[in-house]
């Protein structure tokens, strides 16, 4: 993939920090059941007592936008319920075609080679060893058909094939005591999560679309499906996976969108 560019529809910048950041913050003053710290709904102005921000110029402003994001993290994560499954629904339900989506245009997707491809484990992790595709493939297997959900307001239910990403990550031998699992991919997207998500029973490593291998457009070699989060948590294209306590931040997060992204 060669300079890949970056598609003028997706908001970008500090327009993109405050309007995704305000919408969480304007999520957790609304919705009763995110009310944080004990019964008390907070007003802006709480949040900006919480976060210690003054919102006097652009900079306070960024500062307490992030700090209100990483509050909504936070609350995201406790309100998380390992146990609760996300919807699935039947085949004569798929959206056809699933639509394509990437930070570049489907022309900039990336081709990566099969043959000699090597998932890098690292971090904190017993069995650091590289795993080729054959050897991912012959992993226990689980399909599932869910809905993904891209911020840029579209949904769409697809059918992906893969293995069960937490009994994975236990058979390699991963602290799953540890914060985050994070991700780097062949077309320099990364993501991470958060440990209980990637224990969740519906999170796949997915190798296939459809009943079939999972073509470039949708990740190919592989993609982290994961329907209680959005979109832009489903990495394509992996290529080396980390289990760490530090936080590794994402793409799009990098650039204001909020970390949990929970849907
Ligand atoms: N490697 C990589 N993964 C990615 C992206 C990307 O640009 N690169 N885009 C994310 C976003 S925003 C969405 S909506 C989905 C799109 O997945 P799809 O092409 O299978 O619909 O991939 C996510 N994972
Ligand atoms: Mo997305």
């Given at each position: 993939m060669n300079n890949p560019i970056r598609k003028p529809s997706r908001p970008i910048g500090h327009s993109l920090d405050r309007e995704s950041i305000l919408i969480d913050a304007r999520r957790e003053l609304t919705m009763p059941s995110r009310?944080?710290?004990?019964q008390r709904l907070l007003t802006l102005g709480g949040l900006s007592m919480l976060t210690g921000c003054?919102?006097?110029d652009n900079d306070s402003v960024n500062k307490f936008l992030t700090a209100v994001s990483r509050l909504n993290d936070r609350a995201q994560a406790a309100l998380f319920d390992p146990k609760q499954l996300a919807p699935t629904y039947t085949?004569?339900?798929?959206?056809?075609?699933f639509p394509f989506n990437a930070?570049?245009?489907?022309?900039?997707?990336p081709e990566v080679d099969?043959?000699?491809y090597q998932l890098k484990i690292g971090g904190l992790?017993?069995?650091q060893r590289a795993w080729s595709l054959p050897e991912l493939y012959a992993l226990p297997h689980a399909e599932q058909i869910t809905r993904h959900i891209c911020v840029e307001g579209w949904s769409a239910i697809g059918r992906w094939g893969g293995t069960p990403f937490g009994d994975f990550l236990r058979r390699i031998g991963a602290?799953?005591?540890?914060?985050y699992v994070g991700f780097r991919c062949a077309d320099d997207y990364y993501e991470s999560i958060d440990m209980p998500t990637a224990l969740h029973p519906q999170t796949l490593l997915t190798f296939e679309y459809d009943g079939e291998r999972l073509p470039a457009k949708y990740g190919f070699p592989m993609k982290l499906r994961?329907?209680?989060?959005?979109?832009?948590?489903n990495p394509k294209h992996i290529v080396e996976m980390f289990v760490t306590?530090?936080?590794?931040?994402?793409y799009w997060v990098d650039q204001g969108y909020n970390w949990f992204g929970g849907s």
């Open positions: 009310r944080l710290f004990g003054s919102l006097v085949e004569a339900q798929i959206t056809r075609p930070f570049y245009g489907i022309d900039d997707v099969g043959s000699d992790v017993k069995g602290d799953t005591s540890a914060k994961m329907p209680t989060k959005l979109g832009y948590k306590n530090t936080f590794p931040g994402g």
